[in-house]
């Protein structure tokens, strides 16, 4: 089992910058891909950015040079640095923790919202 918690989240002008925590509640570096997904006003989920068990990452191409995502192993914890931000990046964002086995659990955090608005 692992529980994850987002915070950082709150209303910022546009051209700003915020960084989004992911707190996990175990160690979860090893085994698990780390992603970070949102929900604006569209019916679906997007995809924003991934880092993989060995330190990969991946982005949207909506978010490529502006958006960076790491991670604190000692502290179970992964980022989102978000730059240069955009009234179309405003959404809920989600921690999302993937087994590197498929089929095996997944998890998803609560969300953190994030306005950009002048």
């Known amino acids: 089992q692992v529980q994850l918690v987002e915070s950082g989240g709150g209303l910022v002008q546009p051209g700003g910058s915020l960084r989004l925590s992911c707190a996990a509640s175990?160690?979860?570096?090893?085994?698990?891909?780390m992603a970070w997904y949102r929900q604006g006003p569209g019916p679906q989920r997007e995809f924003v950015a991934r880092?993989?068990?060995?330190?990969?990452?991946y982005y949207a191409d909506s978010v490529k040079g502006r958006f960076t995502i790491s991670r604190d192993g000692a502290k179970n914890t992964v980022y989102l640095q978000m730059n240069s931000l955009k009234p179309e990046d405003t959404a809920v964002y989600y921690c999302?923790?993937?087994?590197?086995?498929?089929?095996?659990?997944?998890?998803w955090g609560q969300g953190t919202q994030v306005t950009v608005s002048s």
């Open positions: 175990k160690s979860i570096s090893r085994i698990y891909n």
């Open positions: 999302n923790a993937a087994h590197i086995i498929p089929g095996r659990n997944d998890y």
């Open positions: 880092i993989t068990s060995d330190g990969s990452t």
